[in-house]
């Protein structure tokens, strides 16, 4: 019996996502930082070590564009800081609970500034809502050694995942049944 060639076609397959490295230049912005920190004022000791650690830890400092390609494609944003920014913390944790807080917080306000800076509408929600990533993005944080966690996290402890172009809406967020902002929609 002769072999003869189907006319239904077989689906696409979705393109995989790409990881695209994103400069990233994240600003200092005392104001932000003091709110985040919960602080009216800083020392000036600790003013003075604030400078040298936030430009020590741009190196540190990742971006990538996750995205199947395409103007339909939305992609995502991942930015995170690297281990050895986890371990001068926590090493400074150690000596100083007071200074560990204020250099976590530090950490914390060069994530928030940086994926600003890459999605500018982020600020006006004032956060960037967690997508649920499917296998797709979960092979891209595998291929940047990034794990994802059952929590809603990656394997780092200064991290943002979002939407790029951001979708700003609760709706597409993991975290809205746990989100205690005002802004909820």
Known sequence: ???????????????ALTATAIPVQ????LFTYCELSGETRIENDLLEEIEPRFDGWQQHLKAYRLSAG?????????????????????????DSPSAGMAFHNLAIHMVMSAVQNLVPEL???????????GKDVLA??????????????????FAVFSNMPALTSCGTCMLKAKCGSPNKD
């Open 123 to 133: 600020a006006d929600k004032g956060c960037a809502p967690l997508p649920k990533p």
């Open 140 to 157: 891209a944080f595998k291929k940047l050694g990034l794990e994802w966690n059952k929590e809603g996290t990656v394997n780092r402890q």
């Open 70 to 94: 395409g103007e339909k494609d939305p992609g995502y944003v991942i930015l995170w800081l690297e281990k050895p920014v986890e371990d001068e913390i926590e090493g400074i944790w150690q």
């Open 26 to 29: 994240p600003a200092f912005d």
């Open 1 to 15: 019996m002769p072999v003869t060639e189907s006319t239904t076609k077989s689906p696409k397959k979705a393109p």
